[in-house]
C-alpha cells in the first residue's frame, strides 16, 4: 500500500507561480511513476504531467508543457509538480497518483494508477 498526501494548492493571481507537493509513505519503494491530474468544476478528470520514481523520464499534457515541470525527491519519497505562467483555465482540484507496475513508459491514462491522493485546490484568478 502507499499513501499519498498532496500539499501546497492556494489562490494565485494568473501569471503567477505555484508548487505541488505529493508525500508518499508505505511502500514507497514499489513506485515505479507518480503523475499529476487535475479536474475543474464540471470537467473530467484530466492528465496534468508524469514522471518516472526514478526520475529519469517525464511526460506532459500539451496544455501544461512549456509551463510545468514536474520532479521528485527520491530521499524525501515527494513528487512536486512546479507550475509557472498560471492562468485561470488551470483552476481545478489537483491530484497526484502513484503506479507500483513497471511498464514500458509513462501513462496518462487514470487508470493506470492505482493509489491517489485526496486532492488540492488550485485557484488562479485573472
Known amino acids: 500500500q502507499v499513501q499519498l498526501v498532496e500539499s501546497g494548492g492556494g489562490l494565485v493571481q494568473a501569471g503567477g507561480s505555484l508548487r505541488l507537493s505529493c508525500a508518499a509513505s508505505g511502500r514507497t519503494f514499489s513506485i515505479y511513476s507518480m503523475a499529476w491530474f487535475r479536474q475543474a468544476p464540471g470537467k473530467e478528470r484530466e492528465f496534468v504531467a508524469a514522471?518516472?520514481?526514478?526520475?529519469?523520464?517525464?511526460f506532459y499534457a500539451d496544455s501544461v508543457k512549456g509551463r510545468c515541470t514536474i520532479f521528485r525527491d527520491y530521499g524525501r519519497n515527494t513528487g512536486y509538480l512546479e507550475m509557472d505562467s498560471l492562468k485561470p483555465e488551470d483552476t481545478a482540484v489537483y491530484y497526484c497518483?502513484?503506479?507500483?507496475?513497471?511498464?514500458?513508459?509513462?501513462?496518462?491514462?487514470?487508470?493506470?494508477?492505482?493509489?491517489w491522493g485526496q486532492g488540492t485546490q488550485v485557484t488562479v484568478s485573472s
Open positions: 514522471v518516472s520514481w526514478t526520475g529519469s523520464s517525464t
Open positions: 497518483a502513484a503506479d507500483l507496475t513497471r511498464r514500458i513508459g509513462l501513462s496518462r491514462s487514470g487508470a493506470t494508477y492505482g493509489y
